[in-house]
């Protein structure tokens, strides 16, 4: 796999468990590059997220969610996209999105829990598409568990070599600072507040309490090895507090210096590189609604490969024909800055009625799809009944455009007249009565359907009409037309597979 290698950005996301401190470390950062406006906003979001009731209120005000969803910072020469992911327990099709479009990733863990099961399970998804992974053990100035116990921990449970990069001298009521294994400097504790001023002690002598454990970790774990680390096989360790603003420096510099720039995505049997000669990218995420006021929406587009202007004319996969994208936006902190020009690795919003979809291609040929930004079989699946039945337009609206977004999925029996939301997550069931409410005034209730899970069919028309025929009362179409089997259980897709050997019975959807 080539890179370019020559490229100044770095896109990435912050994996982590609620609470490790994702919100914290996220407002340090913008804070060392330059974003200072954005910092109360960012600490707004991690206080609501500890209630899910405000969380959506606050989710329903959409400027704080979408200036934040992509955050751009530089230092030194360097641009930093940061992606956020939802921060809530609950797995969602949007986590896992957002994390095809980013080239590696921080995994930010609380050093008295280790790892947590969201952190666990947000690294498996980092693992399928072998995202690398820089650690960041936070919150060192309080009591944590013991050091090796910790590095094991990380070792074990996700099967990755750690290198540790730095030794927290002492942690909670013994801290006396971080050790910086490549220069050998310690970064002190200052003042009152006991934050980090940014004076490091460069001829320091770890005391003599810490000196065996932080030779031992130094040693007695692999050494840093760029390949692996960019392979997804090993994790370089840092330690720090995000509250404290200790290790954060180092943090930006290991990415600066160590994350990949941007990275080929799949197309199919290809790989298109950053410096393919036309411009390229795909829709990861569409966020509706953002000003009440305007029924407006944004796509967001991870960018692959040539370099953007504005006005440029690309063709989305899902429309066939070319727009013109006038008005894109950079998601610098505050202001939603018009772009003028952008590079591979950036994130583009662009305003649309509708037209662009997750999972779309956009390029200036239309002769390629990006692949592996897959809908998944929905776990959950409830019947959509209205309070109102005079507003069956608004919610077949409402439902196309949620669907659209991501949020939930849509299926549209072939008998009966409710339409059925599927997802992988209760949260977003969650969600969809709030938005439907609050967005589109439409008071809707979910009911159980006698669905367990669904199964996208393929096979040649002949088939599938035979199908249909015989199974019209579990059958359903998506948002896009296609036919989905409806199951009763697992057993039941069994079942089919076995019966109907001609047709395919998928677990997930590429556009
Ligand atoms: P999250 O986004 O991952 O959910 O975590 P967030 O940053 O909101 O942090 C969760 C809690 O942990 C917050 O405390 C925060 O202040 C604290 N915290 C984050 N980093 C550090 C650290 O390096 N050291 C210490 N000691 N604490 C840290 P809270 O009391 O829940 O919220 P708040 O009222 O202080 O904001």
């Known amino acids: 796999m080539t890179s370019n290698s020559k490229s100044n950005r770095r896109t990435f996301a912050i994996i982590s468990h609620p609470d490790a401190g994702k919100t914290t470390l996220t407002e340090k950062l913008l804070l060392q590059g330059g974003a200072i406006h954005?910092?109360?906003?960012?600490?707004?979001?991690?206080?609501?997220?500890?209630?899910?009731?405000?969380?959506?209120?606050?989710?329903?005000?959409?400027?704080?969610?979408?200036?934040?969803?992509?955050m751009t910072f530089e230092r030194d020469g360097i641009t930093f996209n940061?992606?956020?992911?939802?921060?809530?327990?609950?797995?969602?099709?949007?986590?896992?999105?957002?994390?095809?479009?980013?080239?590696?990733?921080?995994?930010?863990?609380?050093?008295?829990?280790?790892?947590?099961?969201?952190?666990?399970?947000?690294?498996?998804?980092?693992?399928?598409?072998?995202?690398?992974?820089?650690?960041?053990?936070?919150?060192?100035?309080?009591?944590?568990?013991?050091?090796?116990?910790?590095?094991?921990?990380?070792a074990d449970m996700l099967a990755l070599d750690v290198s540790p990069q730095m030794y927290p001298v002492g942690m909670g009521g013994q801290f006396e600072g971080i050790l910086d294994y490549a220069t050998g400097a310690i970064a002190r504790p200052e003042g009152p507040s006991k934050e980090f001023k940014g004076k490091r002690d460069e001829n320091a002598v770890v005391p003599e309490q810490f000196a065996e454990e932080a030779e031992l970790a130094r040693i007695g774990y692999p050494e840093f090895d760029l390949e692996a680390y960019r392979n997804g096989d090993l994790t370089p360790v840092y330690f720090g507090s995000a509250l404290k603003n200790f290790g954060v420096t180092e943090l930006i510099d290991a990415i600066a210096k160590f994350a990949p720039p941007p990275r080929p995505q799949p197309a199919g049997e290809e790989q298109i590189s950053p410096d393919h000669d036309e411009v390229t990218g795909f829709i990861f995420k569409v966020q509706a609604n953002m000003d009440p006021n305007h029924r407006d929406r944004i796509a967001f587009m991870r960018q692959v490969s040539g370099?953007?202007?504005?006005?440029?004319?690309?063709?989305?996969?899902?429309?066939?024909?070319?727009?013109?994208?006038?008005?894109?936006?950079?998601?610098?902190?505050?202001?939603?800055?018009?772009?003028?020009?952008?590079?591979?690795?950036?994130?583009?919003?662009?305003?649309?009625?509708?037209?662009?979809?997750?999972?779309?291609?956009?390029?200036?040929?239309?002769?390629?799809?990006?692949?592996?930004?897959?809908?998944?079989?929905?776990?959950?699946?409830?019947?959509?009944?209205?309070?109102?039945?005079?507003?069956?337009?608004?919610?077949?609206?409402?439902?196309?455009?949620?669907?659209?977004?991501?949020?939930?999925?849509?299926?549209?029996?072939?008998?009966?007249?409710?339409?059925?939301?599927?997802?992988?997550?209760?949260?977003?069931?969650?969600?969809?009565?709030?938005?439907?409410?609050?967005?589109?005034?439409?008071?809707?209730?979910?009911?159980?359907a006698p669905f367990a899970t669904a199964r996208w069919v393929k096979g040649s028309d002949e088939a599938l009409q035979q199908f249909e025929n015989f199974n019209r009362a579990n059958l359903a179409k998506d948002r896009d037309g296609d036919m989905v089997f409806l199951a009763k259980s697992p057993w039941d897709v069994g079942y089919q597979e076995e019966k109907n050997p001609d047709l395919k019975f998928s677990a997930t959807k590429e556009r």
């Open 82 to 154: 940061l992606l956020d992911t939802p921060g809530h327990e609950d797995f969602s099709e949007d986590t896992y999105r957002t994390l095809t479009a980013v080239d590696s990733a921080i995994m930010v863990i609380d050093a008295a829990k280790g790892i947590e099961p969201q952190t666990r399970k947000l690294f498996e998804v980092c693992r399928l598409r072998s995202v690398p992974i820089i650690t960041f053990v936070n919150k060192v100035d309080r009591e944590g568990r013991p050091l090796f116990e910790l590095l094991d921990e990380i």
């Open 38 to 70: 954005l910092a109360g906003e960012v600490k707004a979001r991690g206080q609501a997220r500890r209630a899910r009731s405000d969380w959506m209120k606050i989710e329903q005000q959409r400027g704080i969610s979408v200036t934040s969803s992509v």
């Open 307 to 448: 370099t953007f202007k504005r006005g440029m004319k690309l063709t989305p996969s899902g429309l066939g024909k070319p727009i013109a994208i006038h008005s894109p936006i950079l998601f610098f902190a505050q202001d939603r800055e018009l772009a003028d020009t952008a590079e591979a690795g950036d994130i583009i919003g662009i305003p649309n009625h509708g037209t662009l979809r997750v999972g779309d291609t956009l390029s200036e040929n239309n002769k390629i799809r990006f692949t592996g930004l897959p809908n998944f079989a929905p776990e959950i699946l409830r019947r959509v009944q209205l309070k109102d039945p005079t507003k069956t337009k608004q919610l077949r609206k409402a439902l196309d455009d949620l669907s659209e977004e991501g949020v939930i999925q849509v299926f549209y029996p072939e008998l009966g007249a409710n339409h059925i939301v599927g997802v992988v997550g209760q949260l977003q069931l969650e969600v969809l009565i709030s938005r439907l409410s609050a967005e589109y005034k439409v008071e809707a209730a979910l009911e159980a």
